[in-house]
């Protein structure tokens, strides 16, 4: 099925007076499992009944108030949470094509207007009016038994990819955004700074293009960790082999990092940044211009979807090792204040299955 680009994407869905549970974060701190009405395929949306969920960083900061979108009014709380999903079809609306009803999808993040120069251009995922699905404008979240979308922000999965890789999509598309935009080529030695989710990812997508990587984790625990999930050459920076990289990739929170990413990085190459630090970074632009090094930003895995799915789908990339647990909605809170469920394994990523009370599979 053919997915349209830069179609405007309407408000949030209608609602049901049915109810269905969905987790809900009320400020701080505040969260739990509440009965909220079941939304309605409008004109042009689907409704997908939801299978898996990964919590995310992102949402973490929800969790703790400190996401830069409630201080600048595009957040607000109660507040949905949950974008990177994948769910059965259940409902379409008018103007959709029926062949979409019990497909497993997954869909965009990012549902720009439609009408602005940017979506118009292919660049929805960078509108200033866009809505982000459990992030931005209100738009409801997955951590839910239902989520209505736009069909035009839908991708079908393939049945080579399951719940565990389809809820892993648009994690894998960031970091597969960040990997084409270090430009690198079979041989090329890079560092992918960060084990978490999207460090290993890109790590992975990058060895799968015949580069030889290295990451670097905060503590000795975090690099053996990578090392269980198959990194072959992980450290701490201490550690670091003294060698030329040819690009380097920041997938960190860490405001220390960025300036030390562009001394790391081969004269003329490549640093991408796709990590976030809670306060101010700097690089020194000198640095940047006499080492003549391109510098790129990756925002959203919006352009890079269908080539994670493709990736996912050939047994190039295998992402399914990435998620420790899988666990229900009343544990979500547990995770986002930062506790692994009992019996975790090595990976950074959890996993929810909505249409479970407890641990799931």
Not at 98 to 103: E, N, S, V
Not at 238 to 262: C, F, G, K, S, W
Not at 265 to 275: A, D, F, Q, S, T
Not at 310 to 331: C, F, I, M, N, Q
Request: proline share 8%; with cysteine.
């Amino acid at each position: 099925m053919k997915r349209t680009q830069a179609q405007p994407t309407g408000q949030p869905a209608l609602m049901s007076t049915d109810l269905m549970r969905a987790f809900v974060v009320r400020g701080p701190g505040d969260c739990g499992v509440e009965r909220v009405p079941v939304p309605v395929a409008g004109p042009g949306h689907v409704v997908v009944d939801v299978e898996r969920v990964g919590v995310c960083g992102t949402d973490a900061e929800f969790f703790t108030g400190t996401m830069a979108y409630l201080r600048d009014g595009h957040a607000a709380y109660p507040m949905r949470l949950g974008h990177e999903w994948c769910g059965l079809v259940s409902e379409v609306g008018t103007g959709v094509d029926p062949a979409w009803l019990g497909r497993r999808v997954t869909a965009d993040t990012m549902l720009g207007c439609g009408d602005c120069h940017r979506c118009l251009g292919g660049r929805q995922h960078v509108c200033e009016r866009r809505y982000e699905i459990g992030i931005r404008g209100g738009w409801p979240g997955a951590l839910a038994e239902r989520l209505a979308v736009p069909a035009t922000a839908l991708h079908a999965l393939p049945d080579s990819v399951g719940v565990v890789a389809g809820a892993l999509v648009e994690p894998g598309g960031n970091a597969l955004r960040a990997v084409q935009a270090a430009d690198l080529r079979p041989g090329m030695r890079a560092i992918v700074w960060g084990p978490g989710a999207i460090g290993l990812l890109a790590a992975r997508f990058a060895a799968a293009q015949g580069v030889e990587v290295h990451v670097v984790g905060p503590s000795t625990e975090a690099v053996e960790r990578a090392r269980e999930l198959g990194v072959e050459h992980a450290w701490t920076i201490d550690r670091l082999p003294a060698q030329p990289y040819d690009a380097v990739i920041d997938a960190t929170n860490a405001a220390e990092v960025p300036p030390a990413a562009l001394d790391l990085v081969e004269p003329g190459r490549r640093v991408v940044y796709i990590g976030l630090a809670s306060v101010p970074s700097a690089i020194d632009t000198r640095t940047l211009v006499l080492k003549d090094v391109t510098a790129v930003g990756v925002l959203s895995a919006s352009p890079a979807l269908a080539g994670a799915i493709e990736h996912y789908a050939s047994g190039l990339v295998d992402p399914e090792p990435l998620v420790a647990a899988t666990v229900g909605l009343e544990d979500v809170g547990e995770v986002l204040a930062g506790r692994r469920p009992a019996g975790a394994g090595p990976g950074p990523k959890i996993h929810v299955d909505p249409r479970t009370d407890g641990p799931g599979q």
